[in-house]
């Protein structure tokens, strides 16, 4: 039998029928709906007189729009209610498991799926959400899709897809003290760039992936997407079926073992072909900060700003000149020392107990700058408890953080947070795009530890030598 990597046979156990122009029938396991893209489906549905198909496997929870502060209701973003009321309607119709605002397990959905054992290694994961590859760090493949495509899902099952190219990036090594997952990715991405993985399936591997913590796993495949990956996953090992037991939607006994007996089966046979692979060694990997308007324009923290005038490429060199202009900097400057306004620890890349952990471990019973705005917004109401019975909490809030509802928050400023026009923000999110956290609103890219010391220097920091001070 030909070797085959760990997208084939994924590909391969899903694959229902080949269809004309080259796209291809899968079974979709798991669909997860939010309140922004799923209520007009939803419209679709209902005007074609179509039940749902399997609504026991269907999850929705209420993330994007609603506000993450205290006593919050569902009039808190224009516009919001109506979205928000529709989508508590249509999954009650159609008796699909809702996570709805007061529910104990809301959360963001990329935080909750894997927190509750909706998303399982081996499965097919959708939702009308780029970010959707997060629970690729659990073995499952999963990908975001468009309103017109949840509306095939809810009705059918099932999806139309192009199969994709595959891409295999192996990091070996270990990483150095201070640097996360979340500085790995966005070194990778800086190194193959927002368009390095577009087209394909890219699986990540090497002793420096395996040995990370789960949560850790799921900052990587989250931003895949960011590098341009269809989907990102990472074949499922003994630290993922420790993190999958016991979960509420997992098997249980018997079934579970057997399913951890498939699930061995999954990883790529030796000798299997990609179509692409790269190879990088992680104690090349310093704490990274964005410097750009884009994921790829990333560097070490103590680092310069680079100079659009040395880029080769005339495309590059013209994004980064805007970049620059848009941030407020300049070429050869270092941005340690820069000043910040703002300070996000959350969103579905890093704001899981992990996360917290480490952003709380940094402040030291120090205070936040007195002109910083900080706020943390945990991933879920599990992650709020679990953090409030460690006492996280009152770390944060005694250093003068915000401690926020679960939710999407300030990732995305579609609720009423957001950074006022022109001010800096250090964000533990995904993207610095322009505008992303509000008009005109200036974004670096970080982890959770720098973020932290951000918010008590009030300026970057390099947390591996100068701590917050």
Not at 321 to 350: E, H, K, W
Request: glycine share 10%; net charge negative; hydrophobic share 40%.
């Amino acid at each position: 039998m030909t070797a085959r990597n760990f997208f084939q046979k994924l590909w391969d156990q899903h694959h229902i029928a080949d269809l004309p122009g080259g796209e291809a029938l899968v079974h979709i396991d798991r669909h997860l709906l939010y309140e922004i893209t799923s209520p007009q489906a939803f419209d679709g549905v209902r005007a074609a007189g179509r039940p749902v198909r399997n609504p026991e496997l269907t999850f929705a929870t209420t993330d994007h729009l609603i506000s993450t502060a205290p006593g919050r209701g569902d009039d808190t973003v224009d516009g919001g209610k109506a979205l928000i009321q529709a989508f508590r309607a249509s999954n009650r119709d159609h008796g699909i498991r809702h996570f709805d605002v007061h529910d104990p397990q809301q959360g963001i959905v990329h935080v909750i799926a894997p927190e509750l054992g909706i998303a399982l290694p081996g499965t097919t994961v959708v939702c009308g959400d780029s970010h959707t590859g997060t629970v690729g760090a659990l073995g499952a493949w999963a990908w975001g899709i468009g309103t017109s495509s949840v509306e095939q899902v809810l009705a059918t099952q099932t999806l139309t897809v192009r199969k994709p190219k595959t891409m295999r990036i192996q990091v070996d090594g270990r990483l150095g003290c201070g640097v996360t997952a979340k500085d790995l990715i966005l070194y990778l991405i800086g190194q193959i760039g927002t368009a390095g993985a577009t087209g394909y399936a890219l699986e990540l591997s090497g002793n420096a992936i395996t040995e990370m913590p789960m949560e850790g796993r799921f900052t990587l495949c989250n931003m895949g997407v960011e590098a341009g990956a269809r989907t990102t996953i990472i074949a499922p090992d003994d630290t993922t079926y420790a993190y999958v037991r016991g979960r509420e939607y997992a098997p249980v006994g018997p079934a579970f073992d057997a399913a951890v007996q498939h699930w061995r089966t999954l990883a790529s046979d030796e000798g299997a072909h990609y179509d692409a692979e790269l190879c990088f060694d992680a104690a090349h990997v310093a704490p990274q900060i964005t410097w750009g308007t884009s994921p790829e324009q990333v560097m070490p923290i103590d680092a310069l700003v680079p100079d659009p005038a040395k880029m080769p490429d005339h495309e590059k060199r013209s994004a980064a000149q805007r970049a620059l202009d848009y941030m407020g900097i300049a070429p050869g400057m270092p941005l340690l020392g820069l000043r910040v306004d703002a300070v996000f620890i959350g969103s579905c890349t890093n704001s899981r107990l992990s996360d917290l952990t480490a952003a709380a471990a940094v402040i030291g019973g120090r205070k936040v700058a007195s002109h910083v705005r900080a706020i943390v917004v945990p991933g879920s109401m599990s992650v709020k408890r679990e953090a409030e019975s460690l006492g996280l909490h009152r770390v944060f809030l005694d250093a003068g953080f915000e401690w926020r509802e679960p939710g999407c928050s300030m990732c995305a400023a579609v609720n009423a947070d957001s950074v006022p026009q022109g001010q800096r923000c250090v964000s533990t999110s995904n993207r610095n795009f322009e505008g992303r956290q509000g008009p005109e609103a200036r974004t670096h890219l970080a982890s959770p530890a720098v973020a932290a010391a951000a918010a008590i220097a009030g300026t970057l920091t390099d947390t591996r030598t100068q701590g917050a001070n």
